[in-house]
């Protein structure tokens, strides 16, 4: 059996990832359904050991030391996103938006809850697999797991991820017809005088472009970009440092709370005392690629290390409340969603965006959004109002509901 030091463990996990980015080349229907990298290199991980263990066989042993620090580390970068002044540019609809996803993550919870009732299951169960796993993603899912596990659900990150891959394949399936429906339906449809094109742009390109950017600067002799690089992973790890000051003071209070909530909120403080002073000047184009990094890596190394053999008993129940919990979103696509945003054809676009984050990720929103505009024609409120609430604002609510639930529901 080969064992991996906490070097060797980063590092394999690094291959790891860029065989996953090979194997979505090679395998189209992995990149149309936006199954991140590190989930599909990953999982092929933790297939091969699940498959070595059938014949007595631990092909190699991990050192998970840095999983925990890369994951706090991405939930940090997070929080230096929640910038009120976003709110201000993106301006009510962008508001109304954030309210009702937040409000529909709690509605996941509750809905979980009931559907596991009937199976005997712990209550917890059902919120795992809600807004913990469709709004949250993969990350969210597993970065709760330990906690869950705490709370008596056996094999939570194995659940989470099975949860949030079938969040992310449903979404990618089912936000292009009901935006589609929309359209259709109440004759929304722009007719473009030619071929809508659309650039390949993430959602955090689009919100970065909202964001003053400070001009770069640096001390003579020092290149710009490596000091400003330098400067948002000092500001980044102090948030992180100050925030487990925070964390140790609700643990000792008695609330239940994962451990980057502490980091996150010293973070969004941070955020907004620079915006307000612009003392520190912030970068968060630099802070973003940060953060992609060390979700990729925290991802990959938690998921080459899942027990898949775990999900055997649970395979029924879960997938009886996942089919609920996509109901539950593709019923408010259509009220409240398209309805309060509008009844436009904007409001149909953010229809489907909406599906894409609130089973999965911001990726599939920005593609349902993307194949929905080039058929249709452009919705520029659509692709301001979506990627804010879904790639900045709402895993930051979605952190505090879930940590409620947790220290609410036994």
Not at 107 to 116: D, E, K, M, P
Not at 180 to 198: A, D, F, Q, S
Not at 248 to 270: D, K, N
Not at 398 to 409: E, M
Request: net charge positive.
């Amino acid at each position: 059996m080969l064992k991996l030091d906490l070097i060797q463990t980063v590092a394999f996990g690094g291959i790891v990832l860029f065989v996953g980015y090979a194997l979505r080349r090679v395998f189209p229907p992995l990149a149309r359904y936006n199954i991140p990298a590190p989930v599909v290199g990953g999982l092929l991980v933790a297939a091969i050991v699940l498959v070595c263990r059938q014949f007595g066989v631990e092909p190699m042993t991990f050192d998970l030391t840095l999983r925990d620090p890369l994951m706090i580390a991405f939930f940090t970068t997070i929080g230096f996103g929640a910038s009120l002044s976003l709110l201000k540019v993106g301006g009510p609809q962008v508001a109304i938006f954030f309210l009702i996803a937040t409000v529909i993550a709690v509605a996941q919870n509750v809905l979980g809850i009931l559907l596991t009732l009937p199976f005997g299951l712990p209550p917890l169960f059902g919120v795992l697999s809600g807004s913990v796993t469709l709004t949250g993603g993969p990350a969210t899912g597993l970065a709760f797991a330990p906690l869950f596990e705490q709370a008596g659900i056996e094999g939570a990150a194995t659940v989470a991820v099975a949860a949030a891959m079938f969040g992310i394949v449903s979404g990618g399936l089912i936000g292009g017809p009901i935006g589609t429906v929309l359209v259709e339906r109440h004759k929304l449809r722009r007719i473009p005088p030619g071929k809508t094109r659309v650039a390949a742009r993430t959602a955090e390109n689009i919100v970065e472009d909202k964001m003053v950017e400070p001009k770069s600067a640096a001390p003579e002799d020092e290149d710009v970009e490596a000091y400003a690089l330098l400067k948002s992973l000092t500001v980044i790890l102090a948030a992180m440092w100050i925030g487990g000051w925070l964390s140790r003071g609700f643990a000792s209070l008695g609330i239940t709370l994962p451990a980057y909530i502490g980091a996150m909120l010293t973070a969004a403080l941070i955020r907004n005392f620079d915006d307000w002073t612009h003392w520190i000047k912030l970068s968060q184009r630099t802070i973003d690629d940060i953060g992609h990094v060390t979700l990729s890596l925290f991802l990959v190394i938690a998921l080459m290390t899942l027990k898949l053999w775990q999900l055997a008993g649970l395979a029924v129940p879960l997938v009886i409340i996942l089919v609920g919990q996509v109901a539950l979103v593709a019923v408010t696509c259509f009220w409240p969603v398209f309805r309060l945003m509008g009844r436009d054809y904007d409001a149909a676009v953010m229809s489907g965006g909406y599906c894409g984050f609130m089973l999965g990720t911001t990726a599939n929103s920005m593609a349902i959004m993307k194949s929905l505009v080039e058929r249709y024609g452009r919705a520029p409120r659509a692709f301001l109002v979506v990627p804010m609430v879904g790639a900045f604002f709402i895993d930051f609510t979605n952190a505090i509901i879930i940590t409620l639930f947790i220290n609410l529901v036994k």
